[in-house]
């Protein structure tokens, strides 16, 4: 005989928030682990460590503003003095981003609510998008306000300020579709950590063995374009078209055309956003 028992089920009557709230969700959810929010201790270590290193330029730079009325790192050069540890951040974070979904293979339960690829997607790269910014732009805004407090002579270079903020961003942009692109090829952590982190090396070691390569052969204009192979004197060299400020590449050397550059950075952008949809694309596909 069989029986039959009530165990409460009802129908969910409360507002449907819809895809867009799914969407923030989840790269609110994706911006959280990058800094370790809501995980144990040791998953903050590193995020807030190497925050902590990007600030402490700007903390110099104050000082030598407030004792010595001198600025200190330019605020258009300041991504590519700290470019090291920018790659080290996103080669530490943007596995905790793509690979426990993988690990876990959790993404057809995201994927059966109202939620595509591309959205997925987008979360993702957003997430790590603003990280990166608030990497860059934080120490950035640091040093601005205490050029203001210190009233250096003549007036403050608000402008250079605002141009360096928008090439975060379009840095972050860059740095997070090929970090996690790169990342999102393993579960494993750690090997997604190593691949970023050995793209990162490569190109910058490469670029200036083949710009004076180049140089020296006399193919001047050739080995201009060798350091777009770096992500930050891409950005740099965009940005000296932009705003003219000066270069700071390795010995100041010449980039190639600014328009140029600027079609290299969006085709790359493109591309690591057309390999990271793919990627997920197969993976949701298993």
Known sequence: MSE????????????RLGRGY?????????????????????????????????????IVGIALMALAQQRGIPYSGFAVV?????????????PTVVAPDLRYRVLPLYLSRPVTIAEYVGAKVAAMTVAVFALIAVPLTLTYLGELVVDMPGPPATGEYFGALLMALLLAVLLSAFGLALASFTPRRGLGVASVITVYLLSSASVPIIYGSLYSTGNESAAAWAWLANPFWLVDSVQVWLFGTPPHSIESAAYPSGPASAVVLVLLIALGLAALGLRYRKAAAR
């Not at 039959?4 to 507002?15: A, L, S």
């Open 82 to 94: 700290m470019q090291a540890v920018v790659a080290i951040f996103l080669a530490a974070q943007a």
């Open 22 to 58: 799914s969407t923030r969700a989840l790269a609110v959810h994706s911006l959280r682990g990058v800094f370790g929010l809501g995980r144990p201790a040791r998953s903050k270590i590193v995020p807030f460590a190497l925050a902590a290193i990007m600030v402490l330029p700007s």
């Open 4 to 15: 039959i028992y009530d165990i409460g089920y009802r129908h969910y009557d409360g507002p």
